[in-house]
Every structure is written in C-alpha cells, then in structure tokens.
C-alpha cells in the first residue's frame, strides 16, 4: 500500500484485510466497514473528503446496495427526486433554512461562500490558477497541471475569484 499512498488499520486474516477496518486511499477518501479477502464486504461507507458519504452493502468490492448523502445533508434518491426540479430551485440548504438576500452569498450552497484568490476559479476540487496551468485543492496542496481541455472547461464553466458584473475583489 505504500506505493500507491493509501493506509488501512484494521483486522486481518491470513495477512489479507478482512474483518472491520479502515481504508484510506490517497485522496482521503475513507472506507470504514466490512473487508473479505482484500475486498469492501458487508457494511461499509465511504466518507469523502468534501463532506459528502456513500453507505453500502458490498460484496467482494462492488456496491450492490446504497444512500448518497451530499455534505449539505441531502439524501440522494433515484426514484421521487424532489430536489432542484422544474419547480423548485432552491439549494437544499435553502429549502431547510431559507433564503439569503441574492447577491455573493447565493452563488453556491456553501454557507459561508468560499473566497476565490483574485483571478483564480473554483473548479470542484480546488482553485484553479489559469496563468500557471495549477489546480491546488482548499488547502493550498498541489492536485495536478491542467491540460488544454481541462483548461478551457474551467474558465468556461466555474466561478472565478471575483465578480466581473460589479467588480467586486475579496479583501486578502
């Protein structure tokens, strides 16, 4: 496990990881639950680092029944999807709670909103720096070098590190 850089603490038989334990991959997604023979078997969850969670029934590694739970605390459900629809669009955050008055606040469901730095954009995963190339997670680490493809998404598609319209630039 040292070679790909993920960790596990937890029973085992026959020097393989079975019983429960403590998965760690190099992402820092965790998995915390049930192991056969190497493998997620039983009940598991896996917990990702945005704060989101996966609980399953697995069997020998493959998920055959499960809930999503998005950091926010939404449920995610296949069949009577009531969230975000025709209707409705509201965060779910905001169905619970309210809505803020619009302006900066109201850009994403997160409470508060994450300060982009001034000409980076927030990418998912991190902020993304379009002038050297750079994704950095929230903590300033290095993910990887965007490619032309990647590139062009982002600066397209996500929210950049300040507001064109009123030109507004969060203090540093």
């Known amino acids: 496990m040292e070679y790909i850089g993920s960790s596990y603490e937890g029973e ?4 393989r990881m079975e019983g429960e334990g403590v998965y760690i ?4 997604t965790k998995y915390v639950g049930e192991m056969k023979d190497g493998m997620f078997h039983g009940k598991g969850t896996l917990f990702f ?6 609980e ?6 493959k998920a055959v029944k ?3 739970t998005f950091a926010d605390g939404l449920v995610y459900k296949e069949r009577e999807w009531k969230y975000c629809d025709g209707y409705d ?13 619009a302006g900066r606040c109201q850009l994403t469901n997160k409470d508060p909103s994450r300060v982009i730095p001034e000409g980076c954009y927030d990418c998912g995963d991190g902020f993304y720096n379009p002038v050297t190339r750079v ?3 929230y903590n300033n680490k290095f993910l990887r ?3 032309d493809d990647e590139h062009e998404w982002i600066v397209q598609k996500c929210r950049k590190g300040w507001d064109e319209v009123t030109g507004y630039k969060p203090k540093h």
């Open 89 to 101: 669009r509201r965060f779910y955050k905001e169905m619970l709670d309210g809505l803020k008055p």
């Open 135 to 137: 994704v950095k997670d």
């Open 66 to 68: 499960g809930t999503y």
């Open 145 to 147: 070098n965007a490619d």
């Open 49 to 54: 680092p945005s704060g989101s969670k996966y």
């Open 12 to 15: 085992r038989r026959n020097n």
């Open 56 to 61: 399953a029934i697995w069997e020998e590694g």
């Open 25 to 28: 991959f190099p992402t820092d």
